[in-house]
């Protein structure tokens, strides 16, 4: 009896570790798999919709879950619950407040490759210290460098490679 007993809490506290591995890290930032998604105040269908997104890509916050639901935060700080399903693990990122240059190198006198209205969605390609590499997609492609604390969908201490 003892030796059962033994054996399964080893086989209980071998277990957890994976299961917990398993879990994704919150908060953790995600993207909207469509251009509609409903944000509703509470993990269920059952739950009434506050919000009606329309605009895939836009980063959320992941900041809870609960079965295939996620509880998330957007940039202007709205709070609800989306189906997992309704999200991409694609990360993006968006242009906070004022209008910013997106340059060719990591650094403030490089080259400026265009000039970014706030609301613009760029996928984000990587973080290095201050700066992260975005792709905007719009007439033409262009990929360069955002200071981090010009957008909202990353951390300040994330590194994103």
Known sequence: MVRVVAALLLACALALPVAAADKP??????????????????????????????RKGLPVEVIDSYDVWRHVRD?????G????????????????????TIYQEPARDSAALAKLEPGVIANLLECR??????????RRVVRGWLLRNEIWGVTADEIVE
């Open 129 to 138: 210290n201050a700066w992260c590499h975005v792709e905007i997609r719009g």
């Open 81 to 100: 619950w989306i189906q997992v399903r309704l999200l991409s693990a694609a990360r993006t990122v968006i242009i906070k407040a004022d209008t910013r």
């Open 25 to 54: 890290q919150l908060p953790h930032f995600m993207s909207l798999r469509s251009n509609e998604v409903n944000l509703r105040a509470g993990p269920g269908e059952q739950y009434p919709i506050q919000w009606v997104y329309r």
């Open 75 to 79: 940039w202007q700080g709205t709070e």
